[in-house]
T-cell receptor
Framework: DAEITQSPRHKITETGRQVTLACHQTWNHNNMFWYRQDLGHGLRLIHYSYGVQDTNKGEVSDGYSVSRSNTEDLPLTLESAASSQTSVYFC???????????FGPGTRLTVT | AQSVTQLDSQVPVFEEAPVELRCNYSSSVSVYLFWYVQYPNQGLQLLLKYLSGSTLVKGINGFEAEFNKSQTSFHLRKPSVHISDTAEYFCAVRILNDYKLSFGAGTTVTVRA
């Protein structure tokens, strides 16, 4: 069955370190998204991609970057982790505007 | 830009009672509307969606929602809840021909025996 996976599921890191969160989907969807979930804010869009070599900033993109070298993967990098980036991160993918976004299980990141 | 307001942050409810979760949105263009559910320690799962046509939409697990264009609302209902419906529920909108979702802050539903 097609799926979307995230790794690691839990990560503790120190302020200032670079961290990369992995997202891999096997639906062959062109569209992939990264969100962060914080209490009282729901999910907020960090970055998104509509295809290989395409990346776009979302509403909370400062301090984050993504790259898209193939259809299946969209890794999220925190260049210099900050305590404000402690959150749960979700990756999602979709095939079309009318279609469902499929979400991964999430990565809980703690920056100390 | 579009925005979503979920009017209740927490909804406690007894088992077998009905529940309604309220969602209002604002947008200058037509939108698609979604409800997602997040069970504890899991990702989000689609409950139902409104794209066009009938304003009453039925989803999984006995949930339904009604789109009201004049009131810009998309309220979620279930006539009789179970303990297993304890979860966080998110309303989301997407403008036509775009792929990005805008989420509300979420409503935590706690079902008690």
């Amino acid at each position: 069955d097609a799926e979307i996976t995230q790794s690691p599921r839990h990560k503790i890191t120190e302020t200032g370190r670079q961290v990369t969160l992995a997202c891999h989907q096997t639906w062959n969807h062109n569209n992939m998204f990264w969100y962060r979930q914080d209490l009282g804010h729901g999910l907020r869009l960090i970055h998104y991609s509509y295809g290989v070599q395409d990346t776009n900033k979302g509403e909370v993109s400062d301090g984050y970057s993504v790259s898209r070298s193939n259809t299946e993967d969209l890794p999220l990098t925190l260049e210099s982790a900050a305590s404000s980036q402690t959150s749960v991160y979700f990756c999602a993918s979709s095939a079309s505007p009318r279609g469902e976004q499929y979400f991964g299980p999430g990565t809980r990141l703690t920056v100390t | 830009a579009q925005s979503v307001t979920q009017l209740d942050s927490q909804v406690p409810v007894f088992e077998e009672a009905p529940v309604e979760l309220r969602c209002n949105y604002s947008s200058s263009v037509s939108v698609y509307l979604f409800w997602y559910v997040q069970y504890p320690n899991q990702g989000l799962q689609l409950l139902l969606k409104y794209l066009s046509g009938s304003t009453l939409v039925k989803g999984i697990n006995g949930f339904e929602a009604e789109f009201n264009k004049s009131q810009t609302s998309f309220h979620l209902r279930k006539p009789s809840v179970h303990i297993s419906d304890t979860a966080e529920y998110f309303c989301a909108v997407r403008i036509l021909n775009d792929y990005k979702l805008s989420f509300g802050a979420g409503t935590t539903v706690t079902v008690r025996a």
